[in-house]
């Protein structure tokens, strides 16, 4: 089992940046490949980033490529996704995501394990 949990959502203005973290218990959080995903109210959820388990690939959903980057700090058992230049679209809940054998990053079913989301609002 794995348990994640986001934090470091809230309120922020266009332009503005935040640091959303996602901590993961166990001790194989190293051998999972991690994902971020974000639901706007009345919308799908949606892909947002994805890392491989060793770190060495990302991959990121067009609308936010160049402004969000994916990374993870093994030691800490974290996965981080830093959001600059926000925009009021990027609002949603936000959703970390453990895969343990991934095959499309982007696909939420892949996904085996999520946390509880984190409400990112931007306003204009």
């Known amino acids: 089992q794995v348990q994640l949990v986001e934090t470091g959502g809230g309120l922020v203005q266009a332009g503005g940046s935040l640091r959303l973290s996602c901590a993961a218990s166990?001790?194989?959080?190293?051998?999972?490949?991690m994902g971020w995903f974000r639901q706007a109210p009345g919308k799908e959820r949606e892909f947002v980033a994805f890392?491989?388990?060793?770190?060495?690939?990302?991959l990121y959903a067009d609308s936010v490529k160049g402004r969000f980057t994916i990374s993870r700090g093994v030691a800490e058992n974290t996965v981080y996704l830093q959001m600059n230049s926000l925009k009021p679209e990027d609002t949603a809940v936000y959703y970390c995501?453990?895969?343990?054998?991934?095959?499309?990053?982007?696909?939420?079913?892949?996904?085996?394990?999520w946390g509880q989301g984190t409400q990112v609002t931007v306003s204009s």
């Open positions: 166990g001790r194989i959080f190293s051998r999972y490949a």
């Open positions: 890392i491989r388990s060793s770190g060495g690939g990302t």
């Open positions: 995501a453990a895969d343990n054998a991934p095959r499309n990053a982007g696909r939420a079913n892949d996904y085996d394990y």
